[in-house]
C-alpha cells in the first residue's frame, strides 16, 4: 500500500484546509485509515481514524471541528478541517493499517501552519 499526502499549506486561524490522501497498490486490504499528526518538537498523535465498518474516532483536541471521510471509488481519504488553531500546526500523515493493531502504511507527511 502506497499512500500520497497533499492539501496541506499556510492558513489563518479560523480558515479551513482539506487534506487528501490517495492511496494505492493491494486497496483492498486495508482496514482503517487515520490522518496522525507531529507537532514541531512533540510527539506524533492520532487526529482522527476510520474503519470498514464505518466507525470514527476524533482526538479531543480536533473534535467538532475535523471530519474524516473515505472515497473509495477515488480510493482517497480525506481531512475537513475547519476553524484551525494555531496549535492545529504539524505535519499531517496519512497511514493505514491491514490487520488489528498498529499502522503499518505511511505516507511522506504535508505541512499544515496555522498562523494567528
Known amino acids: 500500500v502506497q499512500l500520497v499526502e497533499s492539501g496541506g499549506g499556510l492558513v489563518q486561524a479560523g480558515g479551513s484546509l482539506r487534506l487528501s490522501c490517495a492511496a494505492s497498490?493491494?486497496?483492498?486490504?486495508?482496514?482503517?485509515m487515520g490522518w496522525y499528526r507531529q507537532p514541531p518538537g512533540k510527539e506524533r498523535e492520532l487526529a482522527a481514524a476510520?474503519?470498514?465498518?464505518?466507525?470514527?474516532y476524533y482526538a479531543d483536541s480536533v473534535k467538532g471541528r475535523f471530519t474524516i471521510s473515505r472515497d473509495n471509488a477515488k480510493n482517497t481519504l480525506y481531512l475537513q478541517m475547519n476553524s484551525l488553531k494555531p496549535e492545529d500546526t504539524a505535519t499531517y500523515y496519512c497511514a493505514a493499517r491491514d490487520r488489528p493493531g498498529s499502522f503499518d502504511y505511511w505516507g511522506q507527511g504535508t505541512q499544515v501552519t496555522v498562523s494567528s
Open positions: 476510520t474503519s470498514d465498518n464505518g466507525s470514527t
Open positions: 497498490g493491494s486497496i483492498s486490504s486495508i482496514k482503517a
